[in-house]
Structure formats: structure tokens, C-alpha cells
């Protein structure tokens, strides 16, 4: 089973938009259909990022006007916050589970509107946000894929100078 969060469209600029949910549903891969509601998370969001962790719980990271993260564990259907928050209130944004278990938050939008360079790596085990080197170019709805060597290649988006062809390696 995956679960499937709800997000709200974006109707404006910027994380104060309307239409962030709290609700979530899980996905059933083997009939493709939504099976139904679980546990509600404890901050409604749009423009998240939810990631699967080795240990099968999911990593739900920011997404409006908020910089905390949750833990969805499927074995109970609650969702519970992680010890500590992001280091920066983030949207539209990327997370990706890296070799180590770790998972890499990248870019985005802040609260003032503002494309972040800024990164950070959430540790499971501790349930914590350590920031990391920034990115190069500031970006927003990019993609970020794990290498073969560990490496995390981050490509496109947007920033105010537009679309962007443009890529950054992380190790």
C-alpha cells in the first residue's frame, strides 16, 4: 500500500494560497484505486513532498505556511510530528531518500515568496533537520533524482528569471 496525500491547488502566489487539507488516502497499487481515508496529519498542506523512508513510515515535508514536518507510519494510520522542523518553511520543493536512509529537502518557496537555495538533510533516527550547502541557482519546482553513485542530480524548475535549463550536482 502507498499513501496518496490530498493537496489543495494552488490558487495565488506564494504559500498563503487557499486550499491546503489535512486529510490523506491510501493508494492501492495492485487494483489502482484509492481505498480510503487514514489518519488526518496535524498540519494542512498543499505543495508537500511526501517520501517513503527505509523503515516503511512516510516523510511529510512542509507545504504552505509551515516549516514542520510529520511521520505517517501505515502500521497504526496516524501521523505524528518528527522531533524537530525544517530550518526553513518551505513549498514546492523537492525530497529525495538518499543511499544512507537520510532524506535530502531542496529549494522551493518560503514564506515571503522568495526561491530558496537553501537545503537540508531530515535524519530519521533522530527525527531532525540539519542544514546542508546550499544550491547554486535558486529553484522551484525542480526535480531531484538519486544517482547510481549517491549523488543527487537537481534539475529545471523555476526562478524569477524563468524557466530554468539548468542542473546542480549534490554529494
Not at 494552488?10 to 481505498?35: I, Q
Not at 536512509?101 to 540539519?130: M, Q
Amino acid at each position: 500500500m502507498l499513501v496518496a496525500l490530498e493537496t489543495g491547488a494552488r490558487t495565488c502566489p506564494g504559500p498563503g494560497y487557499l486550499g491546503r487539507v489535512a486529510t490523506a488516502e491510501v493508494f492501492d497499487p495492485g487494483s489502482e484505486t484509492f481505498t480510503g481515508t487514514t489518519g488526518n496529519m496535524e498540519t494542512a498542506r498543499a505543495n508537500h513532498t511526501a517520501t517513503l523512508l527505509n523503515n516503511g513510515k512516510v516523510l511529510v515535508t512542509g507545504g504552505g505556511t509551515t516549516a514542520n514536518a510529520e511521520e505517517y507510519d501505515p502500521t497504526t494510520g496516524n501521523f505524528t510530528p518528527t522531533m524537530g522542523s525544517m530550518e526553513t518553511l518551505r513549498s514546492f520543493h523537492s525530497a529525495t531518500l538518499l543511499s544512507d536512509g537520510s532524506v535530502l529537502v531542496v529549494g522551493g518557496v518560503d514564506a515571503n515568496n522568495d526561491i530558496l537555495t537553501a537545503t537540508e538533510n531530515f535524519d530519521p533516527a533522530s527525527g531532525t533537520f540539519t542544514g546542508t550547502r546550499s544550491m547554486q541557482t535558486p529553484r522551484e519546482l525542480h526535480t531531484a533524482t538519486l544517482l547510481k553513485d549517491g549523488a543527487v542530480l537537481v534539475t529545471g524548475g523555476l526562478n524569477t528569471a524563468g524557466i530554468l535549463a539548468t542542473a546542480e550536482l549534490y554529494q
